[in-house]
């Protein structure tokens, strides 16, 4: 199944797995069907949020603490491509997975041009209003003329590869839901390394700093976009391999009934996605109450919590894949195990690697910066993202399975309640009470402890499998 090596992460994966299989946890056949799937966006993750990290190492070395953040008072806006392309392209899986599982592949197309016209068409607004008014946009939550001017530069410029990150969204989604998620990886872990390579010549070579930064991100955004098209359109990609899934150039271009399918399962998914994405702009403000070192290191600290995030790119979207397969030959008792061992597989690795990283907590913020005001801020901040980011493996958890079933509206109440309602209170009380940074490592728990809650509740009931009879391309049978 996996071939004759091994590499590092499926080392890891397999053995957590068997380990859990042993103790009677999971099932030991789903373990290695979950582990093929997930790894490779597991690798897409580590890539991806490393060459985030590396730009705000590269441009704290080569500028200091206020283009740290900067990046980061632009990097809620530039999270909205994911917010939005996120959103269409998890009701992409959803019917893609669905209809590859039940042989639909006239289907799969149609699916495929929707996703994609819909990411466009709620991005390219998105990519002109930053390029017109990045300061101030950044103004609405920076602090400091020096940081509020590197985000305004990083933000226009960066803005411009919105609407390509958002269709690389829709073609990953696409493939993983045609249960090929190497491609993927490939692809995108490839524009990381491009990625950084770029921004590495740019920052430091010509000394373009946080301008450095975005261009490189936006080449590199380019370059995946088009080689997701070319892959797509010609069934194969030239040293990556063939497509599972092909569209036509012809055609027609938009189905409405499946377009309708994908807004109404993509809607809740953009919308929890805006509310997460949404609700760092009114937290960054708050954190730049405390001033610029107490933002720097609570970037930082939000930096680590996406690298140890990244198993969620992997288990959430095998989880879709595989219970959407599932669920579009209606063996709904086959989706339910696939779901239940899946959450269990990813509790485990979250657990495993929150303690790692908490182990070796000083030494991985003295690689983001080394000075002695920021430091103590750092280690402070990361040992509270440890134990945030295990809820976030219950979230992509439990959210897998209510993708792929259409079920999309539990998780948009939990963000919502999670960040709105507990999170930015309790992260203000820091600054009117003698709590300081302390409120600051609470809200990073509760802002994940209140939506993983309210997501398993909804999975738990098992509902889910009900409303994807809705979506389904064919009767169940199970």
Same mark, same amino acid.
């Given at each position: 199944?996996?071939?004759?090596?091994?590499?590092?992460?499926?080392?890891?994966?397999?053995?957590?797995?068997?380990?859990?299989?042993?103790?009677?946890?999971?099932?030991?056949?789903?373990?290695?069907?979950?582990?093929?799937?997930?790894?490779?966006?597991?690798?897409?993750?580590?890539?991806?949020?490393?060459?985030?990290?590396?730009?705000?190492?590269?441009?704290?070395?080569?500028?200091?603490?206020?283009?740290?953040?900067?990046?980061?008072?632009?990097?809620?806006?530039?999270?909205?491509?994911?917010?939005?392309?996120?959103?269409?392209?998890?009701?992409?899986?959803?019917?893609?997975?669905?209809?590859?599982?039940?042989?639909?592949?006239?289907?799969?197309?149609?699916?495929?041009?929707?996703?994609?016209?819909?990411?466009?068409?709620?991005?390219?607004?998105?990519?002109?209003?930053?390029?017109?008014?990045?300061?101030?946009?950044?103004?609405?939550?920076?602090?400091?003329?020096?940081?509020?001017?590197?985000?305004?530069?990083?933000?226009?410029?960066?803005?411009?590869?919105?609407?390509?990150?958002?269709?690389?969204?829709?073609?990953?989604?696409?493939?993983?839901?045609?249960?090929?998620?190497?491609?993927?990886?490939?692809?995108?872990?490839?524009?990381?390394?491009?990625?950084?390579?770029?921004?590495?010549?740019?920052?430091?070579?010509? /000394?373009?700093?946080? +301008?450095? %930064?975005?261009? $490189?991100?936006?080449?590199? &955004? @380019? =370059?995946? *976009?088009?080689?997701? #098209?070319?892959?797509?359109?010609?069934?194969?990609?030239?040293?990556?391999?063939?497509?599972?899934?092909?569209?036509?150039?012809?055609?027609?271009?938009?189905?409405?009934?499946?377009?309708?399918?994908?807004?109404?399962?993509?809607?809740?998914?953009?919308?929890?996605?805006?509310?997460?994405?949404? /609700?760092?702009?009114? +937290?960054? %403000?708050?954190? $730049?109450?405390?001033?610029? &070192? @107490? =933002?720097? *290191?609570?970037?930082? #600290?939000?930096?680590?919590?996406?690298?140890?995030?990244?198993?969620?790119?992997?288990?959430?979207?095998?989880?879709?894949?595989?219970?959407?397969?599932?669920?579009?030959?209606?063996?709904?008792?086959?989706?339910?195990?696939?779901?239940?061992?899946?959450?269990?597989?990813?509790?485990?690795?979250?657990?495993?690697?929150? +303690?790692?990283?908490?182990?070796?907590?000083?030494?991985?913020?003295? =690689?983001?910066?080394?000075?002695? #005001?920021?430091?103590?801020?750092?280690?402070?901040?990361?040992?509270?993202?440890?134990?945030?980011?295990?809820?976030?493996?219950?979230?992509?958890?439990?959210?897998?399975?209510?993708?792929?079933?259409?079920?999309?509206?539990?998780?948009?109440?939990?963000?919502?309640?999670?960040?709105?309602?507990?999170?930015?209170?309790?992260?203000?009380?820091?600054?009117?009470?003698?709590?300081?940074?302390?409120?600051?490592?609470?809200?990073?728990?509760?802002?994940?402890?209140?939506?993983?809650?309210?997501?398993?509740?909804?999975?738990?009931?098992?509902?889910?499998?009900?409303?994807?009879?809705?979506?389904?391309?064919?009767?169940?049978?199970?």
């Amino acid at each position: 199944m996996f071939g004759i090596s091994l590499n590092p992460i499926q080392r890891v994966l397999l053995a957590i797995g068997h380990l859990l299989a042993r103790l009677d946890v999971i099932d030991r056949r789903r373990v290695h069907r979950t582990t093929r799937l997930a790894w490779p966006r597991i690798v897409t993750g580590l890539a991806r949020m490393s060459k985030s990290a590396v730009d705000v190492g590269m441009v704290g070395v080569a500028v200091g603490p206020a283009a740290i953040a900067g990046v980061g008072f632009a990097s809620p806006f530039w999270g909205l491509a994911f917010a939005l392309g996120g959103g269409v392209a998890g009701g992409t899986i959803s019917l893609v997975s669905q209809r590859y599982g039940s042989d639909r592949h006239y289907e799969l197309d149609l699916a495929v041009k929707a996703s994609a016209l819909l990411a466009a068409a709620i991005t390219l607004p998105l990519a002109a209003l930053f390029w017109i008014a990045p300061e101030p946009l950044i103004s609405l939550v920076g602090s400091g003329g020096d940081s509020i001017a590197y985000g305004a530069t990083y933000l226009r410029v960066v803005g411009l590869g919105v609407p390509f990150a958002a269709l690389n969204l829709v073609g990953s989604r696409t493939l993983v839901g045609a249960d090929d998620a190497r491609i993927p990886m490939v692809l995108r872990a490839g524009g990381a390394v491009i990625n950084v390579g770029l921004n590495a010549v740019l920052i430091f070579g010509f /000394g373009f700093g946080v +301008l450095g %930064a975005a261009i $490189g991100t936006v080449v590199a &955004n @380019v =370059v995946v *976009a088009a080689a997701f #098209a070319w892959g797509l359109v010609a069934g194969r990609l030239p040293f990556v391999g063939a497509f599972p899934v092909t569209v036509s150039l012809s055609g027609p271009y938009l189905d409405f009934p499946i377009a309708r399918q994908l807004v109404d399962i993509g809607t809740p998914l953009v919308l929890t996605n805006v509310a997460r994405t949404g /609700g760092q702009f009114p +937290l960054l %403000a708050i954190v $730049g109450l405390f001033g610029p &070192n @107490v =933002v720097a *290191a609570f970037v930082i #600290a939000q930096r680590v919590r996406a690298l140890m995030d990244t198993p969620g790119w992997g288990f959430s979207l095998a989880s879709s894949s595989l219970v959407g397969q599932a669920l579009g030959v209606g063996a709904e008792r086959r989706a339910e195990g696939y779901a239940r061992d899946v959450l269990r597989f990813a509790l485990a690795v979250y657990l495993l690697a929150a +303690l790692l990283v908490g182990i070796f907590s000083q030494p991985i913020g003295r =690689v983001f910066v080394d000075d002695p #005001a920021v430091l103590p801020l750092v280690d402070d901040l990361i040992y509270a993202a440890c134990v945030s980011v295990v809820f976030y493996g219950v979230i992509g958890g439990a959210t897998g399975p209510l993708r792929a079933s259409g079920d999309t509206r539990w998780p948009l109440y939990g963000q919502a309640l999670g960040l709105y309602v507990f999170a930015l209170p309790i992260a203000y009380l820091g600054t009117v009470t003698p709590l300081g940074v302390v409120a600051l490592s609470l809200a990073l728990v509760v802002e994940t402890l209140v939506p993983a809650l309210v997501t398993y509740y909804r999975f738990d009931t098992g509902r889910w499998k009900a409303v994807s009879r809705s979506y389904r391309p064919g009767p169940a049978d199970d």
